[in-house]
């Protein structure tokens, strides 16, 4: 179990500290965020091939990560989360990682992302709420 929640830890330390990530993504954004607007009512064809061209780079950006400066692959990954997912509910816990991957190929999130990058405060995989008290994040 220790070699399970250090690989969760791990790749949860490097994702939200990883500049380079978060650069490449937001440059993309910034480049792509013209067609969105908070008062859409319904999605474009355009928003959606964006959107998939978006999960694809994000993706490619994860197995890179996994892969190159962790020194994984994604099998071992994904079979460490699940192991996590059963055992802890913490801030560096599976149950993070898979909501923060999930928030982020939404389309609603990636909707909502792109519309804050058009008004200048792109953000994007936001590490779910922990409580102070408990150290657990809320998992529905």
Not at 67 to 91: I, K, P
Not at 97 to 123: Q, S, Y
Request: negative net charge.
């Amino acid at each position: 179990y220790v070699l399970v929640y250090v690989l969760v830890y791990v790749l949860l330390c490097r994702y939200f500290d990883n500049e380079s990530m978060q650069n490449e993504l937001e440059a993309w954004a910034n480049k792509n965020c013209r067609g969105f607007d908070v008062a859409d009512e319904e999605y474009t064809l355009e928003q959606t091939a964006l959107f998939n061209e978006f999960k694809s780079l994000f993706e490619g950006m994860m197995e890179r990560h996994v892969e190159v400066e962790m020194g994984s692959d994604l099998a071992t990954v994904y079979e460490a989360v699940e192991r996590d997912l059963q055992s802890t509910t913490s801030f560096h816990s599976g149950h993070t990682l898979v909501l923060v991957i999930n928030a982020c190929t939404e389309f609603g999130a990636f909707h909502e992302m792109m519309t804050d990058a058009k008004e200048g405060f792109f953000c994007w995989g936001m590490p779910p709420l922990e409580d102070a008290e408990t150290g657990e994040i809320g998992v529905e």
